[in-house]
């Protein structure tokens, strides 16, 4: 049997904070106490949003909090060809379309849509109405984008953490955009991508890509990737406000509190009790941390991040 297979994908457009890091070190957790392999993938496609060093940066902090994987990073931008040729696979069987609508969709379909993205449905406006990509791009005055068709069908995340979930992606997107008008796929073809080519069947990430799920499950039937990775998709980390931990809830940056001295077992310490390994935040090992986490403890509701939790990490 092979080995069950795992990733860490993050997407060097913001730094490392405290919400993705609570994610990353629950997948951690969870691969290494199954006995998984964890890969590393660098989501580096998101064109200008994407700060030079900024992935290089992200990786060295997830080492010093004590994070490891098994191979050499990959990273999305070094594999476009293979995207394209997914891209060329679904125009040709008739499953994705060109489109001439507004670059706004399009920008956003390039980074994983988080919750307060805002969700759209597409009309299909586009579809059927262009014969080529050319077509496409002279009514656009630009080069077109590509949309992969939906079906009003329930399509179920058997999500081990959420439980199972439905979705009706024609309700809820409508059709989605593949690739970008800029030639660069959206996140969620190379996801699925990257995830079938690396073997990975176990995907551990934030619950507002639950939704995600269902696109990329799509995705990969059409393609004929199958089988589906196992999902666990965990709650976020919000600020007093309820909203996903972001910039105006503070600097929650690694790096911003590292400077201010904080050590990685003061991290961990605080990211454990987030995660219900221990009662309160404490210091705490890598090694120590392995042994008392449970996904069963963590908590179901999304955790909320408080002074206190900041006062603790610069040691006040
Ligand atoms: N790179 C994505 C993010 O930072 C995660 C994608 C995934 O896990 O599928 O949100």
């Known amino acids: 049997m092979t080995k069950t297979t795992t990733r860490l994908a993050p997407s060097p457009t913001g730094a490392l904070h405290l919400g993705n890091l609570r994610t990353f070190l629950a997948n951690y957790l969870l691969a290494r106490q199954r006995g998984w392999k964890v890969l590393m993938r660098v989501e580096d496609i998101d064109g200008p949003r994407i700060k030079p060093g900024a992935a290089e940066e992200m990786l060295a902090e997830l080492r010093w909090l004590g994070l490891d994987w098994s191979e050499p990073a990959v990273w999305q931008s070094r594999r476009m060809g293979q995207y394209e040729s997914a891209l060329a696979r679904l125009a040709a069987m008739g499953a994705a379309y060109p489109c001439a609508c507004s670059r706004k969709d399009a920008l956003t379909a390039s980074g994983a849509p988080h919750a307060e993205d805002g969700a759209q449905v597409y009309p299909g406006t586009c579809r059927g109405v262009y014969a080529s990509a050319a077509d496409a791009s002279a009514a656009a005055g630009r080069p077109a984008a590509w949309r992969v068709k939906v079906t009003p069908e329930a399509i179920t995340v058997a999500d081990r953490f959420a439980g199972p979930r439905q979705f009706d992606l024609a309700r809820t997107c409508g059709d989605f955009v593949v690739y970008r008008g800029e030639g660069l796929p959206a996140y969620q073809l190379a996801v699925v991508v990257d995830d079938a080519e690396a073997g990975v069947d176990a995907i551990v990430r934030g619950e507002d890509l639950l939704e995600s799920a269902a696109r990329q499950i799509h995705l990969r039937r059409l393609l004929g990737l199958a089988p589906e990775p196992a999902y666990w998709h965990l709650p976020l980390v919000v600020g007093p406000d309820g909203h996903r931990l972001a910039k105006r809830h503070g600097d929650t940056r690694l790096a911003t509190y590292r400077q201010a001295g904080a050590t990685p077992q003061r991290v961990l310490g605080l990211l454990a009790a987030w995660s219900g390994a221990i009662d309160r935040p404490r210091e705490i090992s890598m090694e120590d941390l392995?042994?008392?986490?449970?996904?069963?403890?963590?908590?179901?509701?999304?955790?909320?991040?408080?002074?206190?939790?900041?006062?603790?990490?610069?040691?006040r």
Not at 294 to 315: C, S
């Open 290 to 315: 392995l042994g008392r986490f449970d996904l069963d403890r963590m908590p179901r509701a999304p955790v909320v991040f408080i002074d206190a939790d900041d006062r603790f990490l610069r040691g």
